[in-house]
């Protein structure tokens, strides 16, 4: 857990006096902070086959440190038939400390790991500062064993800050070490 303090005090004594001077915040209150990060896998396949859920729940939740939920349709779609309430996904919601540690492990560990990686869209932003980027495979996360993966799975990761646009919440990623490519 010494990552997850030195992404804490990271914050705290570089990036907040930093956007501080940037924006012109009169309170330390007003600077943006990351307030959580939830990861999402879609399986939708595993409306045929049901062991797909569960290694789905074991990856995430190696790659999360934290149980997983699984998520349900909402409505029926019978071009796919599937029906309202059937297990199509899972994710897992991170805060705090698990949160800080989770975005140093993605940021240094696991995007580096991506073949050609050039850096990430800066463009994801939904208008409101946050952020939603999406991975493509799984087994870049060090925790993720290749041997004991039956299938290649995404998985997005929406990283939700408290920023009021998305030039503050682009921002506070950048300083936070996220490499954005433009």
Known sequence: MAYVARMRNYY????????QRQFNYDNVMQVP???KVVLNMGLGEAIQNGRLLDAGMEQLRLISG?????????RSIAAYKLRT????????????DRMYDFFDRLVNIALPRVRDFRGVD???FDGRGNYTLGIEEQIIFPEVDYDKVDRIKGLSVAVVTSAQTD???KELLRLMGMPFRN
């Open 85 to 96: 309430g059937m297990s199509i996904g899972v994710k897992v919601t991170l805060r705090s």
């Open 33 to 35: 902070r990351m307030q």
């Open 12 to 19: 705290r004594d570089e990036v907040v006096p930093a956007l």
């Open 122 to 124: 800066g463009n994801k």
């Open 66 to 74: 934290q149980q997983p939920v699984i998520t349900k349709a909402k």
């Open 167 to 169: 030039v503050e919440g």
